[in-house]
């Protein structure tokens, strides 16, 4: 079904399994907003957070200083560390992810896959991370959920792939072969690893073979239209050497939010810092989030060599509403979507949203030429 799961009807009496399935969902959906962190007890254990926590004079809470970019990243390093992650940190200035906006992104991706009948506990899950940034927060939180899962980590820039690595094997994550030049990677290395328990993460540099792939994706599909064919003559997204060779589960994706750095700027109350690929593009969200879903269907039509190799969700976070309802527009327009969820995540008063799609039934391009049904 296309579209976004339907409340249940209230106008008839429900069995026990609908029920349940209520009680599920209101569970899964205050997951999505779990509790501000314990300044004081992060204090407590980590004397670099502890500098930053500050005791109101008024009622005598404690809070901290958001417009301070050294205060935010400490905090995320905290909660990192209690998960496991030890001696995280990135560059100054770039971006300092969310991390109770970027677990409740984790946790619904869990709840798709759940809903599909996998079973998380196996360790043959692979996820990427679109523009993994330099702090690598995604690998590291799925790996640290799941130790036996395989995530791809994608960036473009040098400074940003090297402190994402540096991030991961910190965190004692095997590397899994991969050759930045040729985009190969060793699946074997990466998915028969002998520990059980180890990280596995591939942080790849695609900045190096962009240009041949944007021009295969235009050359390959020539029933698009002139407006699609504008939409991704800009560098891809998608690292499609990847998704041509591996069997990936799902995406996930904080896009660059703005236009411009200076619409990124404007608010006071908080500075999570980021550099200018990492919080802006051309055309800002609503562009960036539509290249993505076009490029995501090439990836399912241009698959080759196997058949079977296929994403099973592509998702995206979201923060502006009208970027949301453009992005499902788009995909209700192509006949090879099958599938689209969506969720809200608050945090205090931030609100972002999830979107995720799936083409896993669509034909391959080979197929499509052959039937002209394309």
């Known amino acids: 079904m296309i579209g976004p799961e339907p409340p249940p009807s209230t106008k008839r009496k429900r069995d026990g399994n609908e029920e349940e399935e209520d009680e599920e969902k209101r569970q899964r959906h205050q997951r999505h ?32 200083d958001f ?78 959920r799941h130790p036996k899962w395989d995530m791809f980590g994608t960036d473009i820039t040098k400074e940003a792939v090297e402190s994402a690595r540096r991030n991961c094997s910190a965190a004692g994550a095997s590397e899994c072969s991969c050759d930045d030049t040729t985009g ?11 520990s059980k328990s180890r990280r596995r993460i591939s942080i790849r540099d695609v900045s190096k073979r962009r240009t041949s792939v944007t021009m295969k994706v235009l050359t390959e599909d020539q029933n698009d239209n002139r407006e699609q064919e504008e939409e991704i003559e800009d560098e891809p997204i998608l690292d499609l050497d990847l998704f041509d060779e591996e069997h990936i589960d799902f995406t996930v994706c904080n896009p660059p939010f703005f236009n411009s750095m200076s619409d990124s700027s404007q608010n006071p109350r908080t500075n999570f810092g980021g550099t200018r690929i990492e919080n802006s593009c051309r055309g800002g969200e609503s562009s960036f989030v539509r290249r993505m879903i076009l490029e995501s269907r090439r990836v399912t039509l241009l698959r080759k060599t196997n058949k079977s190799i296929r994403v099973r969700w592509f998702t995206t976070m979201v923060g502006v509403k009208a970027t949301l309802k453009m992005a499902k527009k788009c995909l209700r327009e192509m006949k090879e979507t099958t599938k689209i969820r ?14 995720a799609w799936s083409f896993e039934r669509a034909k391959t391009f080979e197929e499509c030429v052959n039937t002209k049904n394309c």
Request: some cysteine; overall charge negative; hydrophobic content about 35%.
């Open 33 to 64: 907003h779990h509790q501000q962190p314990d300044f004081n007890r992060l204090a407590a254990k980590y004397d670099y957070f502890a500098r930053h926590v500050i005791t109101t004079k008024k009622n005598a809470t404690t809070t901290i």
């Open 67 to 144: 417009t301070s970019w050294q205060t935010t990243h400490d905090l995320c390093r905290a909660l990192l560390e209690e998960i496991g992650v030890q001696n995280w940190s990135i560059p100054e200035g770039h971006l300092v992810p969310g991390f109770t906006q970027r677990r409740n992104y984790c946790e619904w991706v869990e709840s798709l896959l759940e809903k599909d009948g996998v079973r998380l506990e196996e360790d043959n899950i692979r996820g990427v991370d679109v523009g993994t940034g330099a702090s690598a927060i995604f690998a590291l939180l799925f790996t640290s």
């Open 184 to 194: 190969q990677v060793d699946g074997d290395n990466c998915s028969n690893s002998s």
């Open 342 to 355: 969506e969720t809200a995540f608050v945090q205090g008063k931030t609100r972002r949203w999830g979107l």
